[in-house]
């Protein structure tokens, strides 16, 4: 599921390899976009909110244009099924990781020829998430790999800055502060970790769930970091943002 950023629609996508966009205030279905040939395992609407991105276990990443549900471009170069995709805040570039255990950074000035500007290549397992930093010029990934499962890489050299050691199981969720000076992780191991970002230093971990992590999120201001999971517990803790 993904809400476009004006809160208007709200696409979905899945097993039936189609994507559905409904207007949130009517609850009706708007159209139907076809075409990848495998289920669909993530969307996302771009920044502006024009572009949708998809990412499917047929291997391939599509763009989508979301005033006439048509197809505008399609990226291809995975080989394993697509698990993420994600914007940069310009919208300019799309970050994608899969289960041949590599991130792909692409380059969105031709919308319909998007190009690879990089492959990103360190994690062993599938990559079950990434995210772009605030200014667009880091990229935290997260896999299931029980080391080396957390990653953040400087995409100006195309190359890993630090890989973040501290998880010793999967890590499901990421997310960076809006300052992007921290970042935030939770997973397998039952705790939220709390990281510099271009150091890789750890600054703090948060235990006390008694089940997986699966969602981590800052409060707009950065000074509040929110944790939740199996447990069915929402866990809230103030943080340093400066």
């Known amino acids: 599921l993904a809400f476009s950023p004006d809160g208007q629609f709200l696409a979905s996508a899945g097993v ?7 207007n949130v205030s009517s609850g009706k279905m708007v159209r139907k976009m076809t075409g990848h040939t495998a289920e ?3 969307i996302t609407f771009s920044p502006g909110g ?3 991105a998809t990412g499917s276990s047929d ?3 599509r763009l989508w244009d979301v005033n006439t549900g048509k197809e505008v471009g399609a990226g291809h170069g995975h080989q394993g099924a697509v698990q993420t995709v994600a914007f940069s805040p310009d919208g300019k570039a799309l970050g ?3 289960d041949d255990q590599l991130i792909m950074f692409w380059d969105l000035t031709s919308l319909t020829n998007p ?3 990089a492959v990103l290549k360190g994690h062993t397992s599938r990559i079950f998430l990434v995210t772009f930093s605030p200014d667009g010029k880091l990229l935290a990934s997260a896999s299931l790999d029980t080391a080396n499962n957390l990653k953040v890489w400087d995409l100006t050299a195309g190359k890993e800055l630090v890989n973040l050691s501290g998880h010793d199981q999967a890590v499901y969720s990421v997310a960076f502060s809006p300052q ?3 970042l935030a992780s939770g997973g397998l191991d039952r705790t939220v970790r709390l990281w510099d970002p271009t150091s890789g230093t750890l600054l703090g971990t948060f ?3 008694t089940g997986t992590v699966t969602s981590v999120a800052f409060s707009p201001d950065g000074k509040t970091l929110a944790g939740a999971g199996e447990d069915q517990i929402i866990r809230i803790w103030k943080v340093d943002a400066s």
């Open 40 to 42: 669909i395992n993530a």
């Open 59 to 61: 291997f391939s990443v």
């Open 207 to 209: 235990p006390g769930s």
């Open 180 to 182: 992007g000076q921290l």
């Open 96 to 98: 994608t990781g899969a």
């Open 50 to 52: 024009q572009i949708l």
């Open 16 to 22: 039936d390899k189609s994507i559905l966009l409904w």
């Open 115 to 117: 190009t690879q500007r």
